[in-house]
C-alpha cells in the first residue's frame, strides 16, 4: 500500500490542489470588476464635473445686473430691489454689473442695459457702477466701447463708476479713456454723476 500512495503522489493523483483551485481565478475576476467599479465611478465624477461648470457658464452668461438707488442726504447708492430707500435719480439710470465682463456675456450686458434705458423716463445718463466686475477682457472692453456708441446716438451719456485699474489700463489701449467719463480714473457713483453733469452743463453753454 505504502507504494501505492508513492505511486499516486507521483503521478499527480494525491498532488496539492493548485492555485486556481483555491479560488484564484475568482480573485482575478474580483479585481477586475472593482477596476471596472473605479471607472464607471470615475466617469460619472467626471460627468457631474462638466455638468457643474455648464451651469456656472450659463448662470455668468446672463449676470445679475441691479439697478441702484440713492440714500437720502448721502453719496451712496444701494441695491434699490433690497434697500426701499435707495431713490432714483431723475433721468439718470445707475446699474452695478455683478460679474466680470467676458466674451460670452458682453453681448447680453449691453442688450440689458439698453433694455433698461428703454423702459426708463426721459434717461440722459447711464451710469455702470464696476466695483464688482474686478475682472474683464478685450471683448468686455469692446462692448463698453459699443455701448457708447449707441447711447451717444440715442443722446444718452454712459459714464463708468469705480472702474478697477485692470479695467483702466485696457480702456486706455482702447482709447476709451478719452470717451467715457470714469474710464480713466475710479471714481465712485454719486462724484461720477456731478461730473457728467457738469460736462453736460458745459456742453450746453458753450453750444
Known sequence: MPGSITSDIVGGRGAPPSTREFGGSDGDAGGRG????ASI????????AIFSILILLKRASRPRIASLGR???TDRFVDASRYPEGEAVPHVVVLRVESGLFYFNAENV???VLLRVRQGERVKLVVIDLSTS??????GVRMLGQLHDQLKQAGVFLGLAEVHGSLRDLAQAE?????IPGADQRLGVAALIQRCEDAATQIRTYA
Open 134 to 139: 474686478p475682472n474683464i477682457d478685450l471683448a
Open 34 to 37: 472593482a477596476s471596472r467599479r
Open 110 to 112: 449691453k442688450d440689458e
Open 71 to 73: 440714500v437720502p442726504a
Open 41 to 48: 465611478t470615475g466617469l460619472f465624477v467626471l460627468l457631474a
Open 175 to 179: 482709447g476709451l479713456h478719452t470717451r
